[in-house]
C-alpha cells in the first residue's frame, strides 16, 4: 500500500504532523541551551561533588534556575514528537495497535521522567538558602531520577523496532527499526549508577550521561527524521474537508 | 499479530538483500563496547597496580573454556547457515541446537564464575577492576541471552518446515559472530591483558 493511502490526512494535519517530527531536534536544541545556560553543562555537577560545591552551583544567580526552567520546556515539547512517532505507527499497524500503544504510555512517562528531575533542579535553585544537606539531596534526586528510570524509555524503543521490523506497511524506514535497538540498549546499564558515587559509573561521567546524552539525542533528531520522510510529499486528496462533509 | 521471525522471513522472501540497518547496529553496538573498552584501559592505565593485583583472582581456565565453546557456537552457526541456504533443514536443525547448546554451557559457566567471585568478596563495587569485570561480562552476557531468544526462534521455524530468509539468517548469524568477537576482546582485555 502506497504512503498516500496510508497517510491520508487533510493540508492542516500535515503541517501539524511535520510539527511533530521537527519537534524532535527542537526539543533536544532546547534543552541543550537550557542546561548550559543554567551551567549544568557540559560539567555537570557529580556524586562526589561536596556539599558547598552543589550549594554555590545552585546559588549561581537567575541564569541557573532560568537555563533549568528551559530545559524542562524543552523536555516537555518531546511530547510532540511522542505523538508523531504515535500517528505514523498507528498507521503502519492498522487493525490491532497494539505496540502503537505501548509506544504511546511507555512515551508519554519518559518524558515525565526526563522533564521533571529538571524542575526539581530549578526549584533546588529557586530558594538556594536552605539548609545545604537539603539542596545535596534535591540534586541527588534529580540526577538519579534523571539517569535511572530506564524501563519506560527501553520499552519505548523496543515496540518501536518491532513495529518497524514487523509490519508489512513499512512508513518508517527498516533501519530505524535496528537503531531503536541500539538506542535501547545504550541505556541498559545506567541503573547501576546507584552503586557509585565515584569513578566511571557515576551518573555524570561519560559511560552514563554523555552515552545517554548522546544516544537520546541521536534518537530525538532520527524519530523526527521518520516522522518527517513518513509524510507523503502529495496528498491524495481523498480526505473529507469540512465543506465536504456540510 | 505474526512473530518477528515469520514477518521478517516473509520480507526476506520477497527482498533477499543484505539487511544493512543490521550492519548499522552491529557498528554502533561495537562502537559502543569500544567506547567501554577504551574507558577500561584508561583506567587500567591510572590504576595498574590494583588491576594486576584484582585480576590474579579471574579464573582464567573458565574464560577460556567460555571462549572455545563460543567458538564452536559461532562455527556451528555458519553451518547452520550453510544448511538453511543448500535446504537441508536436519542440518540447520541440528547445528542450530549445537549452537544453543553451547549458549547455555556459556551461561552456565558465567553464572559459575559470578558466584565463585562474589563468594570470594569480589562484588560490583569492591574495586575499579571488578566494576568493570562484572559490567562488561554483564552486558555481554545480555547480548547472549538476547541471541539464543534469536537461534531459537531460527530453530523454531526451521524445526516447523517455515521457508527462512537467508537475510534472516545472515542477520541473526552476523549478531552472534559479533558476540563472539566481543567476547574475544573482553576475554584479551580483562582476562589475559589485565593480568600481564
Same mark, same amino acid.
Given at each position: 500500500m502506497?504512503k ?7 493540508p ?5 504532523l ?9 526539543s533536544i ?6 542546561l548550559?545556560v543554567?551551567?549544568?553543562?557540559p ?7 561536596t556539599?558547598e ?5 545552585y ?13 524542562s520546556?524543552?523536555?516537555?515539547l518531546m511530547a ?5 512517532i504515535?500517528f505514523?505507527?498507528?498507521k ?5 495497535p497494539i505496540?502503537?500503544?505501548?509506544q504511546?504510555v ?15 533542579m530549578a ?5 538556594p538558602?536552605r539548609?545545604?544537606e537539603?539542596?545535596?539531596l ?5 540526577w ?6 530506564i524501563?519506560?524509555?527501553i520499552?519505548?524503543?523496543i515496540?518501536?523496532?518491532i ?10 524506514p ?9 538506542v535501547?540498549f ?24 554523555w ?5 537520546y539525542?541521536?534518537w530525538a533528531?532520527?524519530?523526527?527524521y521518520?516522522?518527517?520522510?513518513a509524510i507523503?510529499?502529495q496528498a491524495?486528496?481523498?480526505y473529507?474537508t469540512?465543506?465536504?462533509?456540510g | 499479530m505474526?512473530?518477528?521471525a ?10 533477499d538483500k543484505?539487511d ?5 547496529f552491529?557498528l554502533l553496538d ?5 567506547l567501554?573498552?577504551?574507558v577500561f584501559?584508561w583506567?587500567?592505565?591510572n590504576?595498574?597496580?590494583s588491576?594486576n593485583?584484582d585480576?590474579?583472582h579471574?579464573m582464567?581456565?573458565l574464560g577460556l ?5 563460543l567458538l ?9 547457515v550453510h544448511a538453511?541456504?543448500?535446504?537441508d533443514?536436519?542440518?540447520a536443525?541440528r547445528?542450530?541446537r ?7 554451557l %556459556?551461561?552456565? =559457566?558465567?553464572?559459575?564464575e559470578?558466584t @565463585?567471585?562474589?563468594?570470594? #568478596?569480589?562484588? &560490583?563495587? +569492591?574495586?575499579?577492576?571488578?566494576? %568493570?569485570?562484572? =559490567?562488561?561480562t554483564?552486558?555481554h552476557? @545480555?547480548h547472549?541471552?538476547? #541471541?539464543?531468544? &534469536?537461534? +531459537?526462534?531460527?530453530?523454531?521455524d ?15 548469524a552476523a ?15 580483562v ?6
Amino acid at each position: 500500500m502506497r504512503k498516500e493511502q496510508l497517510i491520508n490526512i487533510n493540508p492542516a494535519a500535515r503541517r501539524t504532523l511535520r510539527l511533530c517530527g521537527w519537534f524532535g531536534p527542537i526539543s533536544i536544541g532546547i534543552c541543550l541551551v537550557g542546561l548550559v545556560v543554567a551551567g549544568a553543562l557540559p560539567f555537570p555537577l557529580g556524586p562526589d561533588n561536596t556539599q558547598e560545591e552543589v550549594v554555590a552551583f545552585y546559588s549561581g544567580g537567575t541564569h541557573v534556575v532560568m537555563g533549568l526552567a528551559v530545559a524542562s520546556v524543552g523536555l516537555g515539547l518531546m511530547a510532540l514528537l511522542i505523538a508523531g512517532i504515535t500517528f505514523v505507527m498507528w498507521k503502519s499497524e492498522g487493525d490491532a495497535p497494539i505496540l502503537t500503544l505501548i509506544q504511546l504510555v511507555t512515551g508519554t512517562i519518559t518524558v515525565a521522567c526526563l522533564m521533571f528531575p529538571i524542575m526539581i533542579m530549578a526549584i533546588a535553585a529557586f530558594r538556594p538558602g536552605r539548609f545545604g544537606e537539603l539542596t545535596v539531596l534535591m540534586n541527588d534526586i534529580s540526577w538519579l531520577l534523571f539517569i535511572t528510570p530506564i524501563a519506560p524509555f527501553i520499552a519505548q524503543d523496543i515496540s518501536i523496532a518491532i513495529a518497524i521490523l514487523t509490519t508489512e506497511r513499512e512508513l518508517f524506514p527498516r533501519w530505524l527499526g535496528y537503531f531503536n535497538l541500539w538506542v535501547g540498549f545504550t541505556f541498559t546499564f545506567d541503573i547501576i549508577t546507584y552503586a557509585f558515587r565515584e569513578g566511571p559509573f557515576a551518573w555524570n561521567k561519560l559511560l552514563i550521561l554523555w552515552l545517554a546524552f548522546l544516544s537520546y539525542s541521536l534518537w530525538a533528531f532520527a524519530m523526527g527524521y521518520g516522522v518527517l520522510k513518513a509524510i507523503p510529499a502529495q496528498a491524495s486528496g481523498n480526505y473529507v474537508t469540512l465543506e465536504d462533509a456540510g | 499479530m505474526t512473530s518477528f521471525a515469520q514477518n521478517s522471513r516473509d520480507k526476506g522472501a520477497l527482498n533477499d538483500k543484505p539487511d544493512w540497518g543490521m550492519w548499522l547496529f552491529i557498528l554502533l553496538d561495537m562502537t559502543t563496547f569500544g567506547l567501554f573498552f577504551a574507558v577500561f584501559l584508561w583506567e587500567m592505565s591510572n590504576h595498574r597496580d590494583s588491576f594486576n593485583a584484582d585480576a590474579a583472582h579471574l579464573m582464567i581456565p573458565l574464560g577460556l573454556i567460555n571462549t572455545l565453546v563460543l567458538l564452536t557456537s559461532s562455527y556451528a552457526v555458519v553451518l547452520a547457515v550453510h544448511a538453511g541456504k543448500a535446504r537441508d533443514t536436519g542440518s540447520a536443525a541440528r547445528h542450530l541446537r549445537l549452537a544453543l547448546g553451547a549458549a547455555g554451557l %556459556f551461561f552456565t =559457566i558465567k553464572m559459575t564464575e559470578y558466584t @565463585l567471585e562474589v563468594r570470594g #568478596g569480589h562484588t &560490583l563495587t +569492591s574495586s575499579p577492576f571488578f566494576s %568493570f569485570y562484572f =559490567i562488561l561480562t554483564g552486558i555481554h552476557l @545480555l547480548h547472549i541471552c538476547i #541471541g539464543t531468544i &534469536l537461534l +531459537s526462534n531460527w530453530r523454531n521455524d526451521v524445526i516447523r518446515g517455515k521457508k527462512v530468509a537467508e537475510r534472516w539468517m545472515e542477520s541473526v548469524a552476523a549478531y552472534w559472530h559479533m558476540v563472539d568477537l566481543l567476547w574475544l576482546v573482553i576475554y584479551s582485555l580483562v582476562y589475559i591483558g589485565s593480568n600481564a
